[in-house]
Structures are given as structure tokens and as C-alpha cells.
């Protein structure tokens, strides 16, 4: 008899797929708010929330009863032009009620990467009708993730995400990322940014007492603006 996982391998095929991991995978059988169950029965934090979907926690019967209410009326309507549906339209209210006052109107899509993908077509649409059709490149940041279709797989600033798959999208490029506190070449590896420097400012120095589980405390300097040391 196959076991699970052997019914996984057999029929699936996974996002970044590892057929070495895969066949030690998690099989995820129930979740009760942040924490979601293996089929071993052991319990696991739902740190990612799924894959940041699952936003209000598993196990929400009032979201499951609506989810039924509505499909047993109307289970999927377009909304490409010339369509629309009342649901729809009540979403777009009431995120324009809970919005910054300038965002008005939303396009719904079924996640990060395809809503990714229409910014970057919104963007270049935007620049093409104000007569700026040479504006088309994008900039991102290095360790950064943005999805994993293609364009937004190139917007994705974690290299091992390319090799496989390229060439890339042209005209998206990658800046350093704002982390201040880590100490790297430009092209570190991650085990380099697993490891942050331990900065401090020169005004700071460190404490005689051996008991003190903090080593580093401010001298007498202590408006001192000096740069990091």
C-alpha cells in the first residue's frame, strides 16, 4: 500500500521542487489558529501563515460558512470589463473605507506573484499613456523576494532563484538592501548576512563588571552622534 508521500511524489509536482526533501515533507492535516498539525499529530507554529494567506488563522467556521453561502449562489464571476458581481464591488468599498484617503480603487487577484506582475504592467501602462514609453526598468532589492513567476522571479533579489530558469526578465535591476547593521561584501554569500556585525557607536564603551549581561553601555559622551565603530 503507497503511503502518502509516495502519492505526493507519484502526482505532484511542488513549488521549487526537492525530491530529497519532499519525500521527508509535512503532510499538513488540520490547523487550529496559528498552529497547523502534521500527520504525525505534531504541532507547528503557522509562522508564514501559509505562504502569507492565511492571514486570520485556520479553523475560522464563520469564514467557511460565508465561503459556503456564497458559493451556493454563485461560485465564480469575472470581473473582467464589461462583468462585475456585488461581492466584488463590497470588497472594493469597504478597503477604500480602511485605506490611505488616495487609494480609491483595487485590482483583486489570486496572490503576491500575479499581483506583482499586474504592478509591473500597471507601471509601464502608466508611463506608455503619459508619453514616457522608454521608462520600463525596475529596481529591487538584493535578498529581497517578490514571487517566483517570471518577471517576478526576476524581481526577486535571491540568486538562487535564477539559474534554472533563465534568461530573465530585461530591465530589472538590484540595489543593495537597507541593513544597516550587517557587515558584507556586495556580493556576500548568506551565511555572511546570517551573521550581523555587532556595531556600536564610538561613543560607547565597554563595562569593567563581569556581571552585566549587557557588555556594551554609553560613556559619559552620551549625545555623542560619531559613526558606527
Not at 26 to 34: I, L, P, Q, S
Request: with cysteine; net charge positive; proline share 7%.
Amino acid at each position: 500500500m503507497p503511503t502518502i508521500l509516495d502519492r505526493d511524489l507519484a502526482h505532484l509536482i511542488h513549488s521549487l521542487h526537492n525530491k530529497q526533501a519532499q519525500a521527508q515533507a509535512h503532510v499538513w492535516m488540520r490547523g487550529e489558529g496559528a498552529v497547523v498539525y502534521d500527520q504525525n499529530g505534531k504541532a507547528f507554529l503557522d509562522a508564514l501563515a501559509g505562504l502569507w494567506n492565511v492571514v486570520v488563522g485556520h479553523g475560522r467556521k464563520e469564514l467557511a460558512d460565508a465561503a459556503a453561502r456564497q458559493m451556493s449562489t454563485l461560485a465564480y464571476a469575472t470581473c473582467y470589463a464589461g462583468s462585475t458581481n456585488p461581492p466584488a464591488i463590497e470588497l472594493a468599498e469597504r478597503l477604500s473605507e480602511i485605506c490611505y484617503p488616495n487609494i480609491r480603487r483595487f485590482y483583486f487577484t489570486c496572490g503576491g506573484s500575479e499581483s506583482n506582475e499586474a504592478a509591473f504592467k500597471t507601471a509601464r501602462f502608466f508611463w506608455k499613456t503619459a508619453g514616457r514609453p522608454e521608462k520600463v526598468k525596475f529596481i529591487s532589492r538584493r535578498f529581497a523576494y517578490h514571487g517566483t513567476t517570471l518577471a517576478a522571479m526576476t524581481a526577486t533579489g535571491l540568486e538562487s532563484y535564477w539559474p534554472m530558469f533563465e534568461p530573465r526578465v530585461p530591465g530589472f535591476s538590484h540595489i543593495e538592501s537597507p541593513y544597516p547593521y550587517v557587515s558584507r561584501s556586495p556580493r556576500a554569500t548568506r551565511a555572511t548576512v546570517a551573521r550581523p556585525a555587532r556595531l556600536r557607536p564610538t561613543c560607547w564603551k565597554k563595562k569593567s563588571s563581569a556581571r552585566v549581561r549587557r557588555p556594551w553601555r554609553r560613556s559619559s559622551a552620551s549625545r555623542c552622534k560619531g559613526p558606527a565603530a
